[in-house]
């Protein structure tokens, strides 16, 4: 625990520093693997300086061996010399001493410093004779060895006989007296070659190979590669024998270090990775920590927000225990609301201030929320004040547990909304007033769109003009256009859309069938409103004329038997006028002449005309006493009658006219037509329209009689075809059933048929129509009433 | 003064023969025709050339009426350069037919029946 608690303050150091703790497992790291690589530097080094002091001695050994060849080789050669000092088989021993040191080049014998002999001779020609003591490059070393009585090298040096070479010189002595010398001479190149240095050139070094210059003292170097080499290193040998040297020198430092840079990079790189993976390993709970910090202060300024809303908001805010209905916690606004301090608000719960009429609605939702099948809700109720007014409020109930958690407390956010209840109360009764005003109207008032189907509105009036609720009318899109009557459907919806087009304003009348299939006649008056946005809004009244219209049919009716009446009285005018006063005048001038007359025979002319005047008198007057009785006759007897058996009977009475003329019948009458008429009317008619077809015959064809019956709407219809000398109507057409109307002069035109049947059927409630051509024929239909 | 010649057309033809017997007697007209048809007399003015002064003439007749007559008669009368006089003789005391006969410019006058010789003076005199 102790030492935990030490290293706690440590570790959160580090933790807390990233960055400065990973540059330090970096530096850690790194400087380890440095050690290491150090380490291995040295190794390497002292291997190698080993390697050069190895080849070194191998080489200087090489050189030792092959110096005491040349050593022996002058011995030998020395032996030949006799006692007078003269060689003897010269030639001999140097071939011999050639062939067993084949790295020598040529054996020579150098009596008092000439050369006088050298084997082998080929090649070496340039020497014989060749003083060397009095050479200046070979004097000084001959000097050198005859003083130290010891073999010496010279060279190299450039040879008589060409080339780079070293002579080795014994100075031989002959019973106590300088002889000479006995020397070997060897090629440079085969020198190096005997050293075995070039065994070495694949290493990381090279030798060099110098002698001290014994005029110049200084020195000179003979082999290939720097000879500026002092600041590398290497190591050398001394060889007495011919004041020579030999380096082995270290051709590039930086060649184990270039071994080594992988390695080092290696090691940096691990270092660097370590260093890394420390620093986002340490970081990553820092970032925790100072999210935790940003989060912590968030919550900080949060919860200070929230209070600050809590306390200062234009809102009441309530914290409220969901079981209990305790108030936990409330703001002043709602305490202001209503009425209690935060002391005593804490004491009472929501229910204790709720109205009654409002508690279930409110208790209802809660229960709701309680189960989670609500997440929060709003409700528009009443609360009491502590001085026992009412307020209207809209709560915004959230609630404040997890949807796993149990339910605990919920907040309530309570707003105000007495004054807009109050204007929204104020709004209603004054709809209601307007409403119950246009209910009172005696007609439906409506009110629609040109471009929507059905209306918006339909006042109350509906149910008592049409038996339909306004409900009804406005559940049906096409109620309107429904229940007008068929025959109004179409110039009704015609009118209208041009109205709607037009914009005007329109009076329309037609009818509807209300519930009980009662046709209504309606006056529908309707205003255009324009609306802010140039749409058109149609209202309109529909008020009930039934009434109106029946009066009007009645009124029309009326007017038509008036004027009926009126043409009846018009034509009995004539009759009476014309017809009766021509007969009475004539009478009245006939009584005139026979009263001035004194001519007897003159007087019984007159009284005979007087007489057949009389006569058409009584006539006309019967003829009118019958179309008086017809019109006078209210209700003539009315039977069911078949056409067929009436018409047989009006051919038979006929039938004399008819085969007298050659006239044609066909009877396309079915049998069992039947019509409800007065018998001797239906006998009269038939009568006087056959007949005429028969009389007006024209004068140049046979006539044919077509007789058809059919049935046309509440009439049934029997048409008598002609082709006879047909009617001009449009000249005679007003008098075609007019009494004592004729325009022919066939002497049987008497004008009295038509206008007797003409009457008869009036009277019947029939009518009469006629269609006719000059010269081709003419066609009556008559109608009867079914 | 010289005697005007008069015309009769009416369908009636005892009208025909009692206005005759009063003509006749009347000694009035120094010439007297008689037409029961609208037709006849414009067939009869028309193939002859000539006109009588005056035409007593009747508006209900068959086949062609008085007023028919007249639409003709009216056109046909501008051919002659002669002052003839028409007066509608008719037993109707209908208002309408006095009015339409006024219409016609060439109609001097509307006489009711029963013609006597007092009537009958009066146009002979006009």
Redesign the interface.
């Known amino acids: 625990m102790n030492t935990e608690k030490k290293i706690t303050p440590y570790s959160s150091w580090f933790l807390s520093r990233p960055k400065t703790s990973g540059i330090l497992v970096f530096l850690f790291i790194f400087a380890i693997l440095d050690l290491a690589v150090m380490l291995r530097y040295q190794v390497l080094k002292k291997s190698e300086t080993n390697e050069m002091t190895i080849a070194l001695n191998i080489v200087e050994q090489n050189i030792e061996q092959s110096l005491k060849n040349s050593y022996a080789t002058t011995i030998g050669l020395a032996l030949t010399i006799d006692d007078n000092g003269e060689p003897k088989n010269f030639q001999a021993v140097g071939r011999q001493l050639l062939n067993s040191n084949n790295f020598i080049d040529a054996v020579q014998l150098v009596p008092n410093g000439v050369i006088k002999y050298t084997y082998p001779m080929t090649g070496n020609e340039a020497a014989t004779n060749f003083n060397i003591l009095k050479s200046p490059v070979h004097r000084g070393a001959a000097l050198k060895a005859i003083a130290s009585k010891k073999m010496y090298y010279v060279g190299p040096v450039e040879l008589k006989q060409g080339g780079l070479g070293i002579v080795g010189r014994l100075p031989v002595y002959k019973k106590d007296k300088f002889w000479g010398f006995s020397a070997v001479i060897i090629k440079f190149s085969r020198f190096v070659k005997s050293t075995g240095i070039e065994t070495f050139h694949n290493q990381n070094f090279y030798f060099q190979f110098s002698k001290r210059n014994i005029e110049t003292q200084k020195e000179e170097f003979f082999l290939p590669g720097p000879q500026d080499f002092k600041s590398k290193l290497y190591k050398s040998v001394s060889i007495p024998e011919g004041d020579w040297k030999l380096y082995v020198i270290r051709k590039n430092d930086l060649q184990i270090i270039k071994s080594l840079t992988p390695i080092f990079l290696l090691a940096m790189l691990m270092a660097s990775i370590c260093g890394v993976f420390v620093i986002s390993f340490l970081k990553r709970p820092s970032q925790l920590q100072n999210q935790v910090k940003i989060q912590t202060d968030k919550l900080l300024k949060n919860e200070l927000f929230f209070k600050s809303i809590f306390e200062h908001a234009g809102l009441g805010i309530t914290h409220t225990n969901s079981i209990k209905g305790n108030f936990i916690d409330a703001n002043d606004k709602f305490c202001e609301l209503i009425g209690y301090t935060q002391e005593e608000i804490k004491k009472i719960t929501f229910m204790m201030i709720t109205h009654p009429d409002d508690l279930d609605a409110d208790l209802k939702k809660m229960e709701l929320l309680k189960e989670g099948k609500l997440g929060g809700f709003s409700l528009e109720k009443r609360y009491f004040h502590k001085k026992g007014t009412i307020i209207w409020v809209n709560i915004t109930v959230t609630p404040l547990w997890e949807k796993d958690e149990m339910p605990n407390t919920h907040m309530t956010i309570v707003e105000d909304i007495t004054k807009r209840k109050e204007y929204e109360f104020a709004l209603v009764n004054s709809q209601n007033n307007i409403e119950s005003l246009i209910n009172t109207i005696d007609g439906i008032v409506w009110e629609g769109y040109p471009d929507k189907p059905g209306v918006t509105f339909i006042s109350k009036k509906s149910e008592a003009i049409l038996g339909y609720k306004s409900e009804e009318w406005l559940e049906n899109e096409d109620f309107w256009y429904n229940h007008m009557h068929p025959e109004d459907r179409d110039w009704v919806t015609a009118q209208t859309s041009e109205y709607s087009k037009k914009r005007t304003p329109h009076v329309l009348e037609y009818r509807m069938i209300d519930k009980s299939g009662n046709t209504v006649w309606l006056q529908d008056i309707v205003s255009i409103f324009v609306e802010n946005d140039n749409s058109i809004k149609f209202r309109g009244i529909l008020i009930d004329i039934t009434q109106n219209k029946q009066f009007e049919l009645e009124l029309n009716n009326t007017l038509n038997l008036v004027t009926q009446q009126n043409k009846r009285l018009l034509d009995f005018s004539y009759i009476v006028s014309h017809n009766l006063r021509s007969h009475t005048s004539n009478i009245q001038s006939l009584a005139t002449l026979i009263e001035e007359s004194d001519d007897e025979t003159e007087k019984t002319e007159l009284l005979a005309l007087l007489k057949s005047v009389s006569d058409t008198l009584h006539k006309t007057m019967d003829n009118l006493n019958e179309v008086v009785s017809i019109q006078t006759q209210v209700n003539p007897v009315i039977e069911s009658l078949e056409l067929q058996p009436v018409i047989s009977k009006t051919l038979e009475i006929l039938s004399n006219q008819i085969k007298s003329s050659k006239a044609k019948i066909i009877n396309n009458v079915p049998g069992s037509v039947t019509v409800n008429y007065n018998p001797a009317y239906l006998d009269s008619v038939i009568l006087n329209f056959i007949l005429n077809a028969v009389r007006y015959h024209h004068p140049e064809r046979n006539p044919v009689i077509e007789l058809n019956s059919y049935e046309e709407k509440e009439y049934i219809v029997l048409e008598i075809k002609d082709n006879g000398i047909g009617i001009d109507l449009k000249k005679n057409g007003k008098k075609l059933f007019g009494m004592y109307k004729t325009f022919t002069n066939n002497p049987e035109s008497k004008g009295i048929g038509l206008f007797i049947s003409k009457n008869q059927i009036d009277t019947m409630q029939g009518k009469v129509t006629v269609e006719s051509e000059i010269n081709v024929g003419t066609t009556f239909k008559i109608y009867f009433k079914k | 003064m010289t005697l005007k010649t008069i015309c009769i057309i009416d369908d ?1 033809p ?2 025909q ?3 005759k ?2 003509i006749e ?1 009347s000694h009035l007209f120094s010439q007297r025709q008689s037409f029961t ?1 609208g037709f006849d007399a414009l067939h009869f003015f028309r193939e002859e050339k000539s006109i009588p002064d005056i035409i007593l003439l009747d508006i ?1 007749m ?2 062609m009426d008085g007023w ?1 007559f007249l639409d003709e008669f009216c056109e046909l009368k501008k051919s002659f350069d002669k002052k003839i006089y028409i007066y509608i003789i ?5 208002k309408e037919d006095i009015e339409k006969a006024s219409t016609y410019g060439c109609i001097c006058g509307f006489i ?5 010789l007092e009537k009958l003076t009066k146009i002979a005199n006009s």
């Open positions: 009636d005892i009208y023969l009692i206005t017997k009063i007697k048809d209900e068959p086949a028919d008719s037993s109707s005391i209908a009711s029946k029963p013609i006597n």
